[in-house]
């Protein structure tokens, strides 16, 4: 993790740009142009920077955008555009030092090219080539005038107080989140009949659960994620559970049912036709895989949903 810290200090260092830690982003303006460069995704030392721009009041011409990559392979990997929203993503090398090298010297070079071919940095919402600041808005960076960002914070936190204001339906929450436990768990399930635990299942277990609370429910809560983790922790039990009565069903000398066996386990437990330790073991073993990923998944959909309403701004502690 510190590696990251010192990749971004030495692109700041180089560029001049400041480094705001906390959002892993690198801000500020240079020659003109307002920056906000940070990771192509997390763990990753491949940069993409990202500039509203405009020429004489018109959106940016992305056609006449990629000549810039075309003629610099060494340093641009591509560039996109959504309105007036220019994302350039950068070269990266095999080494960290290597990659800070080569993204300072694209960031150094990139407001002079897109200057002299008449471009400026304009407001990302009203389009007006106003000062900017850099905001991280729901999650999102953006590069917005003090005005865009008045009024975008005050519906943010009017749609906040709505989404707090709405009620929360628990009992069709938990509904849904049965259903998806269905769901994951007949995932697992197949695939530790396949003789295999996974902790990419664990994670669609959560999700399915956490989903299924958060859409029949209306909205995302603490309850919703105490009862998510119950379903998640019933699941793995009964997923554990249906797999060892399902063994018995076939060992043809004990002569039970699937269901029978569902209910006899505690009593083959007690009279020694199942080892209880074996039983306990294999359910920590899908609980290890399985649960760990579940509530990684639900507690990220939690926190994800508490960003959607939050702004601030970004800094590098100054
Ligand atoms: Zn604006």
Not at 94 to 108: M, S
Not at 173 to 179: M, P, Q, T
Request: aromatic share 10%; with cysteine; hydrophobic share 45%.
């Amino acid at each position: 993790m510190a590696k990251f810290n010192e990749f971004f200090e030495k692109v700041a260092g180089g560029t001049g740009l400041r480094y705001d830690p906390n959002n892993k982003t690198l801000f500020g303006m240079r020659f003109g142009f307002y920056l906000v460069v940070n990771q192509v995704q997390s763990g990753s030392y491949q940069l993409k920077v990202m500039i509203s721009m405009a020429k004489n009041g018109l959106m940016p011409n992305l056609a006449e955008l990629r000549s810039i990559v075309k003629q610099d392979k060494a340093h641009f990997y591509s560039v996109n555009a959504t309105g007036l929203n220019v994302t350039f993503t950068l070269k990266s090398a095999n080494t960290w030092k290597k990659a800070a090298d080569k993204a300072t010297e694209a960031i150094n070079q990139l407001p002079q090219i897109l200057s002299n071919m008449g471009y400026g940095t304009v407001c990302s919402a009203c389009g007006q080539p106003k000062e900017v600041d850099g905001y991280v808005i729901g999650g999102a960076m953006v590069s917005l005038c003090p005005d865009c960002f008045m009024r975008k914070s005050t519906d943010l936190n009017y749609e906040a107080q709505r989404q707090d204001a709405k009620p929360e339906n628990i009992p069709a929450g938990i509904v849904g989140a049965f259903l998806g436990a269905i769901l994951g768990g007949a995932a697992i399930f197949a695939i530790l009949r396949l003789g295999r635990v996974s902790f990419i299942l664990g994670i669609l277990m959560g999700f399915c659960i956490v989903t299924g609370y958060s859409k029949l429910a209306g909205k995302m809560s603490k309850t919703g994620v105490t009862v998510s983790i119950i379903f998640a922790v019933i699941t793995t039990f009964l997923v554990n559970h249906f797999d060892w009565a399902l063994d018995v069903a076939k060992t043809e000398r004990l002569r039970m049912t699937f269901w029978d066996a569902v209910r006899y386990i505690p009593n083959l437990m007690r009279v020694g036709v199942i080892e209880q330790k074996t039983y306990l073991l294999t359910f920590g073993q899908i609980a290890l895989y399985n649960l760990i990923g579940a509530i990684i998944a639900i507690a990220s959909a939690y926190s994800s949903d508490k960003k959607k309403f939050t702004t601030g701004r970004l800094t590098d502690g100054r």
